[in-house]
């Protein structure tokens, strides 16, 4: 973007022509040569812009822009190449209605296409001060309107929390035009270019991003942050922040959360339920010693049979404990060691516990530790699905301590298009 500072210096005498600024010096935004729309956010925040594309996106701009008000530009102002014939200044907001500070007015042009009142300006925001954060939101918001990149700060050096109070402020700005459909997509591409930092920083705290992609109608933002936030769903930060969401938000997250909570305990209804195929008969009404049903056949399996004890206890053992399906991770750690098999549970320490009450030979011993472990291939299967990683986080290089294995399908998103309809007759006043 071009330093505006040197594009626009202070005004300070309306009686110059074009404000002291050479217009032929600039091609693009935010100067264009045939605007019609010069807009003042401060003495070094300035902009050239048309009238067409500000009405057609913002209702509020739309009404600021009436005909009715444009100036009536002389042949002289014409020829001298004048081509404004609004004026829109950032003035501090002096309704109490817990809006932002700062407001937009037009102000009257002659035709001559200078204000009919003296001394115009912007406010004094800058002055080698830090820039409030509403000034760069409308100007990120003047920018997304024409499709140029929007500056939401480093995020690597200024970190995620500052980077999405930054997003909020333009969310804000857009909500007061409203145009808040203008900045979706600059702010989710923006959002989105910087990879595994966004999608670690949305796994962490999801709520916030939850909210914000909600407002800004981001389903690439709304599909990462609803991933993690029912991931999270049981645990007491989400239950808190779930009722300040938005009602449809809500809604939505209660529904999946259950859902995932639901299927976690299914899973571990069918690990519970879980019989080697080895160990089933048919029934029969022939001899049972030669149909294997008799005690002999049975007691040839009596192994398999002491392996499934201690494979049930162990899963019997965490859901009196709480720490499945009910658990702050819903069941992760467990869904992770069953994925993981090997010596992730049950492994020989245990396995060692186990033979101090029921001691073996040590042929014994490695019989039955053969058969727990052919029993946790098997029943892999059952947590296969929920060990799915639906999000766009590496989680193999960023661990998480919840579930991402949850779906968003397109009839689920809680909003519509992303581009709303502009109604100007419905625009809201924001201006004196």
């Known amino acids: 973007m071009h330093e505006l ?39 070094s925040r300035q902009y050239q812009l048309h009238s067409a594309v500000l009405r057609s996106n913002s209702p509020v701009l739309a009404r600021l822009l009436n005909e009715d008000n444009a100036a009536r530009l002389s042949s002289k102002a014409i020829k001298r190449g004048a081509t404004v014939k609004f004026r829109i200044i950032m003035t501090d907001n002096t309704a109490d209605d817990g809006g932002l500070p700062y407001t937009l007015k037009t102000v009257p042009l002659n035709e001559e296409g200078k204000p009919t009142e003296h001394r115009i300006v912007g406010l004094d925001l800058e002055n080698g001060r830090v820039v409030p954060s509403e000034v760069l939101a409308y100007e990120s918001v003047f920018s997304a309107l024409y499709n140029a990149s929007i500056d939401l700060g480093d995020f690597e050096t200024d970190g995620m929390v500052h980077v999405l109070t930054r997003v909020w402020s333009v969310v804000d700005a857009a909500e007061q035009l409203q145009c808040t459909h203008v900045v979706t997509h600059a702010i989710e591409a923006t959002l989105l270019a910087t ?9 962490s705290c999801p709520s916030p991003w939850l909210n914000l992609a909600y407002k800004i109608r981001s ?61 089933q008969r048919e029934k029969t009404v022939g001899r049972a010693d030669k149909d294997n049903i008799g005690r002999a056949s049975y007691s040839n399996d009596v192994m398999s049979w002491i392996g499934l004890v201690v494979l049930r206890h162990f899963f019997t053992q965490l859901l009196a404990d709480d720490a499945t399906h009910n658990a702050p991770d819903m069941g992760k750690e467990l869904v992770d060691a069953v994925m993981q098999g090997g010596d992730s549970y049950l492994d020989k320490g245990i396995m060692d516990q186990f033979h101090a009450y029921f001691p073996m030979s040590q042929k014994g011993a490695s019989v039955l530790e053969n058969k727990v472990s052919e029993m946790k291939e098997s029943i892999k299967k059952f947590m296969a699905d929920l060990h799915k990683n639906e999000s766009m986080l590496d989680t193999k290089t960023f661990k998480v301590a919840h579930l991402t294995c949850v779906k968003v399908f397109q009839h689920e998103y809680p909003f519509g298009d992303t581009r709303s309809n502009v109604v100007v007759e419905e625009a809201d006043e924001m201006s004196e």
Do not use: C, W
Not at 13 to 37: A, K, L, R
Not at 195 to 203: C, E, F, T, V, Y
Not at 232 to 245: A, L, P
């Open 195 to 203: 990879g595994q930092l966004l999608q670690q920083s949305i796994a």
């Open 219 to 279: 389903r690439n933002l709304f599909r990462e942050s609803i991933i993690h936030a029912v991931g999270q769903y049981n645990t007491e930060e989400v239950q808190k922040e779930i009722m300040e969401m938005p009602k449809p938000v809500a809604e939505l997250l209660h529904r999946k959360g259950r859902t995932l909570r639901d299927a976690v305990k299914m899973a571990e209804k069918r690990i519970l339920s879980y019989y080697p195929t080895h160990l």
């Open 5 to 43: 500072k040197s594009l626009f210096p202070e005004i300070q005498d309306d009686n110059i022509d074009n404000y002291g600024v050479d217009y032929n010096s600039m091609t693009d935004f935010p100067y264009f040569e045939d605007g019609d729309v010069h807009i003042i956010i401060t003495g």
